[in-house]
């Protein structure tokens, strides 16, 4: 099968399209021929050993000294089971598919195993393959934070960074649940913005959102403080929370791969995607994702 092979750490470039072994599934796994992932800044960061100090050490422990020890990059996939193990009575040939393997990998590729008991779901019929790999990524960590704020109906939330893949979807899910969103991005991003719900949107190029005198129930760093630290207490309620999306390793469940999946089959969260690009120029999109700009997903189509 052709895959992107990681073979070193690096810049894009290190990326390499070869002809791999087709993997098999063990007994508790299905194999998916997939048809479209993403890349994300997270594989950006893997690919281009993006850490520091003492992370550093961490993460060649964790994932290899020179190179990638799993060398298919790729953590989100949408496709369709081509093979099931001889325990698999959940999912069957033919199934479509999509989810999210944090520390697997292989999605960069033509064909994927994953468990049945990993973050994977069948995807509704009226989502394209290219929507779904657009939701587990950033709907799955904008999921989490937003519940880790406890955010109620009528209170106010500002999203910083709201054009992002995280972002995107925060907004989206602040205002399903009934909060009052403003979102925080750049000029040109201003229109998707309001687009996707939001009730107030802020250029960070314009003004500060610190100097309005609006108090938030929370504040939420869609970015993280890794890219911008920022100090908002002058902008919170009393109780009010900051929450920054790099504290800490988020837990993610296929529970909540599959709410995601029934709000987009019911209109309720609707995928953002930015470009798309073919499996043999995942350089290019690395390069993109790289640059820090892009709005929403960047989406890889695979077969």
Known sequence: MKAAVCTKYGLPDVLKI?????PIPKKNQISIKVHAGSVTASDCIIRGFKVTGIYRVLMRLAIGFNRPRKSILGMVF???VESIGQDVSDFHMGDRVFGFDRFGFGSDAEYKCISTDGVVTKLAPNITYEEAASIPFGGLMALHYIRKSGVNKGQKILIY???GAIGT??????????????GVCSTSNKKLVKSLGADHVIDYTKENFMDSGI???????AVGKKKIELHPKHALKQKGKHITVDD??????VKDLFFLN??????????VIDRCYPLENIADAHRYVDGGHKKGNVILVIA
């Open 248 to 253: 800490g390793a988020p837990r993610l469940s």
């Open 215 to 221: 108090l938030y129930d929370v504040v939420l760093n």
């Open 169 to 182: 979807a925060a907004v989206q899910l602040a205002k399903y649940m009934g909060a009052d969103v403003t």
């Open 161 to 163: 960074g709201a054009s």
């Open 18 to 22: 070869e002809d791999t072994p087709k």
């Open 78 to 80: 949408a496709g369709e």
């Open 262 to 271: 029934d709000l987009m089959e019911k209109g309720d969260m609707k995928a």
